[in-house]
């Protein structure tokens, strides 16, 4: 995999992670917390394969086999949509 490939990648953890900075702390009842927890668990267990792959430089890593996971992650949780990703891998390819 050639080093804007795996950059692209690395792009969609780091803007996964500014999204979920803004959960307020400390964490009350305030219902953006909420909706940013039930966000980031379930996006946060879908990208750790992810983010193992960039610790090791995706060394094995299965690019099908990731946007596969995406795509079928997107159609059972509809309320936690993650399309974007691709979008957001897509332009990062492109460089705009």
């Known amino acids: 995999m ?3 490939r795996k950059a692209a990648y690395r792009g ?3 803007n996964f992670l500014l999204n979920i900075r803004t959960i307020p702390t400390p964490l009350k009842d305030d219902k953006r917390a909420i909706a940013i927890g039930k966000f ?3 996006v946060a267990y879908q990208l750790h394969n992810l983010a193992l792959a960039s610790v ?3 060394v094995g890593f299965q690019e099908a086999h990731f946007w596969n996971s995406i795509d079928t992650f997107n159609t059972n949780n509809p ?3 993650i399309a974007h ?3 957001q891998f897509e332009r990062d ?3 705009s």
């Open 2 to 4: 050639d080093e804007l």
């Open 12 to 14: 969609i953890l780091y």
């Open 40 to 42: 980031a668990g379930p």
């Open 56 to 58: 090791n430089d995706f």
């Open 79 to 81: 309320d936690t949509q």
């Open 85 to 87: 990703l691709r979008i």
């Open 93 to 95: 390819l492109l460089g």
